[in-house]
């Protein structure tokens, strides 16, 4: 929340450019100008100017991405290749919820609303960043890393619906989790990261690879 923003904007887009400039020597697939920034979203020639710029730094696709809440105030989605979305939605009101009751919440009442903002993008949204911690309350509030105890079936079972269920729909075209660690954590480890646990040793799933 800048004081003054065009201060900020003009400082923001000579890093912008710093590392447009880098994407393009190295060979970057998608180069992201910005995520989840909700209160600087409503400036409009801002981001335009902003895009404008990185194009002339950056030949490949461009992305930016925002909380799901706020996809259909962004009146800028146009000049971006591929909108995007984190949809950090709680899925129960449980602690604990079975893969049954999470895949019935994304179905009956989460879907529907992300079928919409794809609708007023125009576009089908890419799924810029989702991941599921390994505890208590990871369905309730997946954007919060949850405590003790650790449970790796309900991680797995909300990775499991979102790549059942979301990620196969039309209003969607590919996904980024949050988050892979460097090193194994375990089961024992409430934390984002699935390397060595359940959510990673379903072999049916080639998403992984």
């Given at each position: 929340k800048?004081?003054?923003r065009?201060?900020?904007?003009?400082?923001y887009?000579?890093?912008?450019?710093?590392?447009?400039?880098?994407?393009?020597?190295?060979?970057?697939?998608?180069?992201g100008?910005?995520?989840?920034?909700?209160?600087?979203?409503?400036?409009v020639?801002?981001?335009?100017?902003?895009?404008?710029?990185?194009?002339?730094?950056?030949?490949?696709?461009?992305?930016?991405?925002?909380?799901?809440?706020?996809?259909?105030?962004?009146?800028?989605?146009?000049?971006?290749?591929?909108?995007?979305?984190?949809?950090?939605?709680?899925?129960?009101?449980?602690?604990?919820?079975?893969?049954?009751?999470?895949?019935?919440?994304?179905?009956?009442?989460?879907?529907?609303?992300?079928?919409?903002?794809?609708?007023?993008?125009?576009?089908?949204?890419?799924?810029?960043?989702?991941g599921?911690?390994?505890?208590?309350?990871?369905?309730?509030?997946p954007?919060?890393?949850?405590?003790?105890?650790?449970?790796?079936?309900?991680?797995?079972?909300l990775?499991?619906?979102?790549?059942?269920?979301?990620?196969?729909?039309?209003?969607?075209?590919?996904?980024?989790?949050?988050?892979?660690?460097?090193?194994?954590?375990?089961?024992?480890?409430?934390?984002?990261?699935?390397k060595?646990?359940?959510?990673?040793?379903?072999?049916?799933y080639?998403?992984?690879?």
């Amino acid at each position: 929340k800048p004081t003054d923003r065009n201060a900020w904007f003009n400082a923001y887009r000579f890093t912008v450019n710093h590392y447009a400039d880098l994407a393009q020597r190295t060979g970057v697939e998608l180069f992201g100008i910005g995520s989840e920034m909700i209160s600087l979203e409503g400036e409009v020639s801002q981001w335009q100017h902003t895009i404008s710029d990185a194009r002339q730094h950056y030949k490949g696709p461009l992305t930016y991405f925002t909380v799901y809440a706020t996809v259909n105030r962004i009146k800028w989605w146009r000049y971006i290749d591929y909108p995007g979305v984190s949809p950090y939605m709680s899925l129960s009101s449980s602690s604990a919820p079975g893969y049954d009751e999470i895949v019935n919440n994304w179905r009956r009442t989460q879907l529907p609303y992300l079928r919409q903002a794809a609708a007023y993008v125009g576009r089908p949204l890419l799924i810029a960043e989702i991941g599921y911690g390994s505890g208590p309350g990871a369905a309730t509030h997946p954007e919060v890393s949850p405590g003790y105890p650790a449970n790796e079936t309900l991680q797995a079972d909300l990775y499991r619906a979102m790549l059942d269920v979301v990620l196969p729909d039309k209003s969607f075209d590919g996904i980024s989790f949050f988050r892979w660690s460097s090193t194994e954590t375990g089961p024992a480890n409430p934390g984002f990261s699935p390397k060595g646990k359940a959510a990673y040793a379903k072999p049916k799933y080639e998403y992984w690879n």
